[in-house]
């Protein structure tokens, strides 16, 4: 009995080590993507907070000035903060796209070694039937 090579393994390996690759790299990203948008309500935390303060009483123009300029600096780093977002965000979709092409490589790989497996698994059990039909015909 010959024992069952598929052809295609190192393929197949090579996907399987792709998609674990993939699988990394998009919990990394969602990762980032959660921690960013922790840092955005934080900052929106603060602005409100700064605001309150603002307005609870503020002695000169230059107090006010600062407030504001303060303000201004939170609310810039919120939109660079969200526009980070967006990226990361856009780069996860093309990520998770990504995974599910390799991923239908992978099971494509898989379902024809299932074949190819069945295929060997059928040759054997002809050449063990005809084996036995030969040493059948030997005992006649």
């Not at 934080?42 to 303060?70: A, P, R």
């Not at 856009?90 to 898989?110: C, R």
């Amino acid at each position: 009995m010959k024992a069952f090579y598929f052809s295609l393994q190192k393929l197949l390996d090579l996907k399987i080590s792709q998609i674990e690759i993939l699988k990394i790299e998009i919990l990394r990203t969602s990762n980032t993507i959660n921690d960013l948008k922790k840092e955005i309500l934080s900052l929106d935390n603060e602005i409100k907070f700064s605001q309150d303060s603002m307005e609870k009483g503020m002695n000169t123009i230059n107090d006010l000035k600062q407030w504001v300029n303060y303000i201004q600096s939170l609310y810039v780093k919120r939109k660079n903060l969200t526009l980070e977002v967006a990226k990361k965000e856009d780069k996860l979709a093309e990520l998770k796209k990504e995974y599910v092409k390799i991923y239908m490589e992978k099971k494509s790989f898989e379902n024809l070694k299932k074949i190819k497996k069945s295929e060997h698994d059928l040759e054997e059990l002809k050449e063990m039937q005809n084996s036995i039909d030969e040493f059948a015909q030997r005992k006649k």
